[in-house]
């Protein structure tokens, strides 16, 4: 069984919601261990309206905290800003950490849901849940610690230097769309490749005629000009917030010179 495969059972048998964050390019050059997109992303329909909310600043923030923690070695139950509980469990490879399993996405009891979000949390049940959470992640976490040893048996990653182009670039598209509302940059996606970000930045001019940062507009851009026709209630600077951009002048300027229309013109128009 692949491990997404795995994950996805686990969370329709225990009800609890699952992610890795990924900080080891492994997880990029094998495919078994390759996960469905949103397996990368805290998912519940409360934390993808948390992410909207803000353009993913505080859920963003919150976890390079917890990442900063797992780095020590050591699992631990914690609380996110806005009141959801998880299990955070490192994962081992090659003497450091190659990614951090979540497993929870619960509010308390007495727990209540920011303005923003309508909908319902999945609720605590019974008094054994930090012990079903931890159960849950750490075999989770034992799995894939198994599977990432037998990889390193296969002599997987000795093979990562043979990769072609082409494994980067979809790789570098992939990053832009899981990570476009976060501050990231070249260097990010170069150290969870494993490569040099001078060379990945020559095979992205290479073979998409852009570099890293136009395609990162770009895909901003895209997501804006969505939200300016969908999202009529939306501020100017509510959408660039949410797409990305840290200054909503920055955003215009960079609409304006893309589209040759305003945000405001544009909604207009539409």
């Avoid at 660039?240 to 955003?251: I, L, M, Q, T, V």
Wanted: proline share 4%.
């Amino acid at each position: 069984m692949l491990f997404r495969d795995l994950m996805h059972l686990m969370e329709k048998e225990k009800k609890f919601a699952v992610s890795l964050d990924v900080c080891h390019p492994v997880f990029l050059h094998c495919g078994e261990l390759k996960l469905a997109p949103d397996q990368y992303l805290h998912h519940i329909p409360f934390c993808r309206a948390a992410k909207q909310h803000d353009g993913n600043r505080i859920c963003s923030g919150n976890k390079k905290r917890s990442r900063i923690i797992a780095g020590h070695g050591h699992c631990f139950c914690g609380k996110c800003p806005f009141g959801i509980l998880e299990f955070a469990a490192p994962i081992r490879f090659e003497n450091r950490t190659a990614a951090v399993l979540y497993v929870g996405g619960l509010a308390e009891q007495d727990w209540a849901a920011p303005d923003f979000f309508h909908g319902e949390a999945p609720r605590l049940a019974g008094k054994n849940w930090r012990a079903e959470l931890r159960e849950c992640a750490l075999f989770l976490r034992q799995t894939l610690e198994m599977e990432l040893r037998a990889i390193a048996l296969r002599g997987g990653m000795n093979k990562v230097k043979r990769r072609d182009e082409n494994f980067y670039v979809q790789n570098c598209l992939a990053f832009i769309n899981d990570h476009y509302q976060e501050n990231i940059a070249l260097a990010d996606l170069a150290d969870l490749l494993g490569v040099n970000p001078n060379y990945l930045g020559g095979v992205l001019r290479k073979n998409l005629h852009s570099t890293f940062r136009e395609q990162l507009t770009r895909k901003r851009l895209e997501e804006a000009e969505i939200l300016l026709r969908l999202h009529p209630g939306l501020s100017i600077g509510e959408i660039a917030f949410k797409c990305g951009f840290g200054d909503s002048n920055y955003f215009s300027a960079q609409f304006h010179r893309k589209r040759g229309l305003t945000p405001t013109a544009f909604r207009k128009k539409r």
